[in-house]
Structure formats: C-alpha cells, structure tokens
C-alpha cells in the first residue's frame, strides 16, 4: 500500500508539472510582422467603357442634282486633294437647260430693248400732249415689266449654270476616300434629299474614339482625363488618348442609358482605322509618383494580445502609421489624400524610404507544449504505454 502511494504521488508530481510547463508556455509569443517602405507609385481608379474608332473630321461628299453617274475618278482608299474631281455626272439635261435658259434671257433682252424705245416715245409725245397720260403710263408699265423679265431669266440662267457644275463633283478636303456608294451608270435622285456618294476622311493620323459611358460612371469623368484603350487587331498594343469632350445627351437602349465620351486617338503609325472596337480605361483619378502606403498599414493598431512585451508608443491624430524597431512600436501621425483602395497617398508626416509595419503574424508555438504533429523529439509521461519497439529506441 505504501509503494502504491509513492508511485501515485510521484505520478502526479510529474503530470503537475507537465501542466505548469505547458501553460506558462502560451504566454510566449515569437512576433513576425510585415513591413512596407514609404516610396512613389502611382494611384488611380478607372472607368472603363467600349466604343468605336473614326476619324476626327469626315465628310460625306453628295450631289445637289439628279442624273447618271458618267465618271467616277477616285476609289476606296484614294487620296485626295481640296477642289480634285473625283466623279461627273451625265450633263446633257443640265446643258440643254443653260441653253434654254440663255434662250429665254435673249428673248427678255430683246422685249426690253423694245419697250424701252417705246416709251421713250411715248414720253416725248406725252410731254408735247398728244398721247393720253394712260397711254404714257400704259407704256411705262409695259417697259418696267421687261426690265424685271431680264433680271429673272438672267437668275434662270445663273441657277442652270450652277446646277451644270454640280454635275462635276470635286473634294472639299484633303483627305483619304474611306467609302464609295456608287458605280459608274448608276442613277442618282436628289429630290428629297442629297445621295451620298462619298465618304472621305480628312486626316488619318489623327482619329478619336466615341465611347459609351454608363450613366453611374459618367459623374467621375471630365475632361483632359488619360485614357488607354486597345483594339482587338492590336491586342499586344495600348493606345494613349486623352477625354476632349463630354457630351450632354444620353441614350437610351434596352433601358440602359449611356452618354458619349469623345476621346483623341493619335494615330501616327495608322494602326488604328475607322470602325474598330475600342476597349476604353479612362483614369479618373489618376496621380504618377507620388508618396503612398499601403491601405492595411493605416488600418494597423498593435494590441498587447497582438504584441506580447513589446511596447506600443502611440500618438495623437486620426491616420497614423506605425514603425517597430528595439522592441517598441511607435506612431507616426500622417496626412493622407486620394486613395485606389489598394493604397494612399501620403501627403507628409513621415519620409521616403521609412519602414512601416502593415501586419503581424503571432506564432504561438506554446514553451513546453508538444508540437501538434510533426517529426521533432516529443515529451511524455515515463509511466505512458510504450508503442511497440519503443523500449529499444530508448534504450539505444
């Protein structure tokens, strides 16, 4: 009996023992923290829309008159200079009226060259009385009406001039022929309206993008904003442009409303052509190499059950950050500006190339406790049930 309560006490000894190891070892923390260095970088948030590429400047080139298409001179893709014919229409009706028109103005000469001779006539006779003052005026009348007969054939006459050279269509730009709507004999009718017969861009090098923007990004975005945008024909290639308009009116489609953003889209290398998709990033807030810190290391507070023994100095101040260096923890109140979500820029309160914490990570391997799993040497009760071929590896 008395050798059963020496082992039992020895047992218990041990297992208390055992038990103030392990819990006096939880409170030995072995700190790891992540730090971030204060330098430049670039904030921005974007928003992004599709649109679609054309020229800056295009022109649709039409005809005031009906007829045939007797000549065509330019093509798709022909450059073109200011004032070049490019196309003629038939001119056979055309010619015959400026003929019947001249005819009809030679007519009108001749009545007023009469009736004027016979009013001065009657004029000398009206003075000397022998004519009635009606037959005077009768006369007077007679040579006013040919004057105004002269004046509306000479403007019959300039109209079917005008309307002869319409039939000669020339460019009015310097530019590229990016369409063509005819071919040669066909029939245009400019009654109700004008045909189109060409379309010509003005200028190649130099093309924007009208891109749709969604009515709850279109508050953020102004303009001389930077924009990058790519096309599917190029899409290793970014593209630079800037916002140069924002337009008033929105759209309406499948009850979704969107307003135009014209962007510029220099085109140098003419990559870029007319009626390409572009895929839009317009930088609303946008700021290049400017001081900034991560977000978390704003939203860093040691803790003392974060922290163990080390010592926390704090600060006043609602942004702050935090550095650790001989086992202290010091704030240092900061001012901040714009932020992208991921960081923020900071306006002053530390320096370049200042080592910031953003996190830490406790590892609380408790003194004592014997690892949870793991191929390391474990502690264990000298009365514990051996495993098999445990008693030889002790005793070796």
Request: a negative charge.
């Amino acid at each position: 009996m008395k050798r059963k309560i020496i082992i039992g006490t020895v047992v218990a000894a041990v297992v208390v023992a055992c038990c103030c190891v392990a819990f006096c070892g939880r409170d030995k923390h072995e700190i790891s923290y992540e730090t971030a260095i204060v330098g430049e970088g670039n904030i921005s948030n974007s928003v992004t829309a599709t649109g679609t590429i054309e020229p800056v400047t295009s022109v649709d080139v039409g005809t005031q008159v009906s007829g045939i298409v007797a000549k065509l001179y330019v093509d798709y893709n022909s450059v073109v200079k200011k004032g070049q014919v490019i196309a003629e229409l038939d001119k056979t009706n055309l010619i015959s009226q400026v003929n019947t028109a001249k005819a009809s103005l030679n007519n009108a000469q001749s009545q007023l060259t009469y009736q004027k001779a016979n009013y001065n006539r009657y004029s000398i006779l009206y003075k000397k009385g022998l004519v009635s003052a009606d037959e005077y005026e009768t006369a007077l009348l007679a040579y006013r009406q040919a004057q105004d007969e002269v004046k509306q054939r000479r403007e019959s006459l300039q109209q079917a001039q005008t309307n002869l050279g319409y039939a000669t269509i020339t460019s009015p730009v310097d530019g590229v022929v990016l369409s063509r709507e005819v071919e040669e004999g066909q029939t245009v009718a400019a009654s109700f309206e004008t045909p189109t017969l060409f379309t010509i861009a003005q200028d190649l090098t130099d093309m924007r993008v009208i891109a749709d923007v969604d009515e709850a990004d279109i508050g953020e975005v102004r303009e001389g904003e930077r924009v990058t945008f790519t096309v599917d024909a190029y899409p290793d290639d970014t593209f630079n442009g800037t916002v140069t308009q924002v337009r008033q009116e929105g759209n309406t489609e499948d009850n979704v409303v969107t307003f135009e953003v014209v962007i510029s889209a220099p085109n140098k290398d003419l990559k870029l052509k007319p009626g390409l998709t572009a895929n839009v990033t317009i930088y609303t807030l946008d700021k290049q190499n400017v001081l900034s810190v991560p977000n978390k290391a704003l939203r860093f507070t040691p803790t003392k059950e974060l922290i163990g023994d080390a010592k926390v100095k704090d600060c006043k101040g609602k942004n702050k950050v935090w550095t650790f260096s001989n086992n202290v923890f010091t704030a240092h109140p900061v001012t901040i500006g714009i932020s992208d979500g991921i960081n923020t820029e900071l306006l002053g309160g530390v320096k370049k190339g200042t080592k910031i914490v953003t996190e830490i990570k406790v590892d609380q391997n408790n003194a004592g406790m014997p690892p949870m799993g793991g191929d390391g040497p474990q502690e264990s009760s000298p009365f514990a049930p051996k495993g098999p071929g445990q008693d030889k590896k002790n005793k070796k």
